[in-house]
């Protein structure tokens, strides 16, 4: 056999290089780390310093089938447990999840470049919650009856779909995978999940912690190339229910695969998101509340970032040079330190595709760029995805920059006069994922609030998913909820209608 038994230590580990060389070469299968079927590994690097970590089992047909036929078996056991028995058994993970905050944190941070202070902390804390949130819901698996006629009883059951094939993408790995099987598993299905190329460790870790509480089989993780590995997962045969979370090209190529087969899918692309600020806000914490949209701690890299942020012309001067200043004080440095605020970029593509749109702001005649932060001047750290982040002005709804997702530091702020010309702005996009808007008049927020196409909008705040509250784009940014109660019936069960005639 080609297996081993899981080999990662018990406590919680405090060094995330030695934990990631102990994760490496390996796919989790039926409850034991397993090596690809065919041998082949690729480097997982540190975006600090663009040295290699770990290597990651490069999974194709060959260990999706091995994957789901696993979770196959092991979904009618699952199924068959009483749901509140399987939420139970959820929440459990969730404290023990916490027990290991830190050391997942810190992997994150070592395999994507996110800050452990500002991020990967705040991640693995978040995913905690989302996992005993769901534990609790196992009640909540109800069905109906329905009045059809008085010697017939007509009930509806909800009943899990089978394996679920997940795809999730390398900017926030545990929080957007645990967002998709902590659901999927209280409903009764199990889960085969496959992670990004370029963060497959922490999601690799947190399968051996689960698997203390939950039996083998009901969740797998596998590691590879899109093409090669997220493709033959969505079209296993046995996979009944495509999950994926990223660009929304790939996310096309899934639905697509996903319609070939009839079974459900469940998208959560890109997104464009419009901040609007009106001059009656709060300055202060309005200001505030721009950083925290567009993620500066997160390099840009969320599909909520506020890239478009429209000022009303009156505070426009003073709320460029205040963000400027405020995000010049952002520290950017070396994600493992708990003095930095800023860490990396994902990968040299993602930078290079970053870089791409930043040259062409500069080079739009009337563009100014303003440059913030500092660059690190650890010598460690010179071959490191370090960008600082880019506040634009000058741009125009022409620009390439304010209709595409750019995925980094970068941010586009344009005045605005007028409400209704601001809402027709804010809804010339393909995205419509997420918006916020920042004022003391209610009435007008509100009304703009309803108007504004985008699957999650927010006054006077702009935090990230949450628990119980649905997230979930509309246009290109995606297809279907997740996060909530309501999510998890309709994209993880399916009704069943019986009928007892008892005439
Ligand atoms: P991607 O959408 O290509 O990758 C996401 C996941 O899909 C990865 O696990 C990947 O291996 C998998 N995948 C790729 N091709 C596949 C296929 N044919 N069948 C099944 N699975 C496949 O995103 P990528 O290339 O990492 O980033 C490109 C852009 O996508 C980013 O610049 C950003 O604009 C956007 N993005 C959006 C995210 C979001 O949170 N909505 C997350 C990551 C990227
Ligand atoms: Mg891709």
Same mark, same amino acid.
């Given at each position: 056999?080609?297996?081993?038994?899981?080999?990662?230590?018990?406590? !919680?580990?405090?060094?995330?290089?030695?934990?990631?060389?102990?994760?490496?070469?390996?796919?989790?299968?039926?409850?034991?780390?397993?090596?690809?079927?065919?041998?082949?590994?690729?480097?997982?690097?540190?975006?600090?310093?663009?040295?290699?970590?770990?290597?990651?089992?490069?999974?194709?047909?060959?260990?999706?089938?091995?994957?789901?036929?696993?979770?196959?078996?092991?979904?009618?056991?699952?199924?068959?447990?009483?749901?509140?028995?399987?939420?139970?058994?959820?929440?459990?993970?969730?404290?023990?999840?916490?027990?290991?905050?830190?050391?997942?944190?810190?992997?994150?941070?070592?395999?994507?470049?996110?800050?452990?202070?500002?991020?990967?902390?705040?991640?693995?804390?978040?995913?905690?919650?989302?996992?005993? &949130? &769901?534990?609790?819901?196992?009640?909540?698996?109800?069905?109906? %009856?329905?009045?059809?006629?008085?010697?017939?009883?007509?009930?509806?059951?909800? @009943?899990?779909?089978?394996?679920?094939?997940?795809?999730?993408?390398?900017?926030?790995?545990?929080?957007?995978?645990?967002?998709?099987?902590?659901?999927?598993?209280?409903? $009764?299905?199990?889960?085969?999940?496959?992670?990004?190329?370029?963060?497959?460790?922490?999601?690799?870790?947190?399968?051996?912690?689960? $698997?203390?509480?939950?039996? !083998?089989?009901?969740?797998?993780?596998?590691?590879?190339?899109?093409?090669?590995?997220?493709?033959?997962?969505?079209?296993?045969?046995?996979?009944?229910?495509?999950?994926?979370?990223?660009?929304?090209?790939?996310?096309?190529?899934?639905?697509?695969?996903?319609?070939?087969?009839?079974?459900?899918?469940?998208?959560?692309?890109?997104?464009?998101?419009?901040?609007?600020?009106?001059?009656?806000?709060?300055?202060?914490?309005?200001?505030?509340?721009?950083?925290?949209?567009?993620?500066?701690?997160?390099?840009?890299?969320?599909?909520?970032?506020?890239?478009?942020?429209?000022?009303?012309?009156?505070? &426009?001067?003073?709320?460029?040079?205040?963000?400027?200043?405020?995000?010049?004080?952002?520290?950017?440095?070396?994600?493992?330190?708990?003095?930095?605020?800023?860490?990396?970029?994902?990968?040299?593509?993602? &930078?290079?595709?970053?870089?791409?749109?930043?040259?062409?702001?500069?080079?739009?005649?009337?563009?100014?760029?303003?440059?913030?932060?500092?660059? !690190?001047?650890?010598?460690?750290?010179?071959?490191?995805?370090?960008?600082?982040?880019?506040?634009?002005?000058?741009?125009?709804?022409?620009?390439?920059?304010?209709?595409?997702?750019?995925?980094?530091?970068?941010?586009?702020?344009?005045?605005?006069?007028?409400?209704?010309?601001?809402?027709?702005?804010?809804?010339?996009?393909?995205?419509?994922?997420?918006?916020?808007?920042?004022?003391?008049?209610?009435?007008?927020?509100?009304?703009?609030?309803?108007?504004?196409?985008?699957?999650?909008? @927010?006054?006077?705040?702009?935090?990230?998913?949450?628990?119980?509250? %649905?997230? $979930?784009?509309?246009?290109?940014?995606?297809?279907?909820?997740?996060?909530?109660?309501?999510?998890?019936?309709?994209?993880?069960?399916?009704?069943?209608?019986?009928?007892?005639?008892?005439?």
């Amino acid at each position: 056999m080609l297996d081993t038994p899981a080999r990662t230590p018990e406590p !919680p580990s405090t060094d995330p290089f030695a934990l990631a060389t102990a994760l490496s070469g390996v796919h989790f299968i039926g409850g034991r780390f397993v090596p690809a079927r065919s041998g082949r590994t690729f480097a997982v690097v540190n975006p600090a310093t663009g040295i290699e970590v770990a290597r990651a089992a490069e999974g194709d047909a060959a260990d999706v089938d091995a994957a789901v036929q696993d979770a196959h078996r092991a979904q009618k056991a699952w199924a068959k447990m009483p749901a509140r028995k399987r939420g139970a058994l959820v929440y459990q993970c969730a404290a023990l999840i916490r027990t290991h905050q830190d050391e997942l944190a810190r992997l994150i941070a070592l395999e994507t470049g996110k800050a452990l202070r500002t991020e990967s902390r705040v991640e693995a804390g978040v995913v905690a919650d989302i996992f005993e &949130f &769901f534990g609790g819901l196992g009640g909540e698996l109800k069905g109906e %009856s329905v009045p059809f006629a008085p010697d017939v009883l007509s009930v509806t059951v909800r @009943q899990p779909l089978g394996v679920v094939g997940a795809i999730i993408p390398w900017n926030v790995p545990l929080l957007l995978m645990a967002l998709k099987i902590a659901p999927a598993l209280v409903a $009764g299905n199990t889960v085969v999940v496959k992670s990004a190329e370029e963060a497959p460790l922490t999601v690799l870790r947190i399968c051996e912690l689960l $698997g203390r509480i939950l039996p !083998p089989g009901c969740f797998n993780m596998l590691s590879g190339q899109g093409p090669e590995c997220g493709a033959p997962l969505v079209a296993h045969p046995l996979v009944r229910k495509v999950t994926f979370t990223g660009s929304v090209e790939t996310g096309k190529i899934v639905a697509k695969a996903a319609a070939e087969k009839l079974i459900p899918a469940t998208l959560e692309l890109g997104g464009k998101s419009p901040m609007i600020v009106f001059a009656d806000c709060d300055f202060a914490k309005t200001v505030a509340g721009a950083l925290t949209s567009m993620r500066f701690t997160r390099q840009g890299q969320s599909c909520t970032a506020a890239s478009r942020i429209y000022v009303e012309r009156p505070i &426009f001067d003073a709320f460029v040079a205040e963000m400027k200043q405020a995000v010049d004080r952002m520290v950017m440095g070396d994600p493992l330190d708990e003095k930095t605020d800023i860490g990396t970029i994902i990968s040299q593509g993602q &930078f290079d595709k970053v870089q791409a749109f930043v040259a062409e702001g500069r080079a739009t005649p009337g563009a100014t760029a303003h440059e913030c932060s500092a660059m !690190p001047t650890d010598p460690a750290l010179k071959k490191g995805l370090f960008m600082r982040p880019v506040i634009f002005t000058g741009l125009d709804a022409t620009s390439r920059l304010v209709r595409e997702e750019i995925f980094g530091p970068v941010t586009v702020i344009q005045p605005f006069d007028d409400p209704e010309a601001v809402l027709a702005e804010a809804n010339d996009s393909e995205y419509g994922l997420a918006a916020s808007l920042w004022t003391n008049n209610l009435k007008v927020g509100l009304d703009l609030a309803h108007r504004l196409e985008a699957g999650l909008v @927010q006054i006077n705040q702009n935090l990230v998913v949450q628990a119980n509250l %649905s997230y $979930g784009g509309v246009k290109s940014s995606g297809l279907g909820k997740e996060a909530s109660l309501e999510a998890m019936l309709e994209h993880f069960t399916q009704k069943k209608t019986i009928m007892v005639n008892m005439a």
